[in-house]
């Protein structure tokens, strides 16, 4: 056997160490999932996941709320800001003519 087909045969055993290792994790990650939804109910483990990456909170006051209402409000005019330019640019663009045709 040559060197080059060793190290093939060697990547291919790697690679199929590391799918078998990814199936057993998404397994697991699916059986987790699908347990937690059928002891709580969707709507909850939805709940629970927004909760913790930070997408929901509870606000105790209306000024909190406000608050946090109006970062977002700065979130969405900088994203606004910085498409609106590149959007016009594309819109505005002359159309190419050929050269006989209409």
């Not at 690679?15 to 699916?30: D, E, P, R, T």
Request: glycine residues 12%; charged residues 15%; proline residues 3%.
């Amino acid at each position: 056997m040559t060197q080059a087909t060793a190290e093939k045969k060697g990547a291919g055993i790697f690679m199929a160490v590391m799918g078998g290792i990814g199936a057993v994790i998404g397994l697991w990650a699916l059986a987790a999932l699908s347990f937690s939804i059928s002891k709580a109910g969707l709507g909850e483990v939805v709940r629970q996941y927004m909760v913790a990456i930070g997408l929901i909170g509870e606000q105790a006051t209306l000024v909190d709320f406000y608050t946090h209402i109006k970062g977002v409000e700065y979130l969405v005019c900088v994203a606004f800001f910085a498409a609106f330019p590149v959007f016009f640019k594309y819109v505005n663009t002359p159309k190419v003519t050929v050269p006989g045709q209409r």
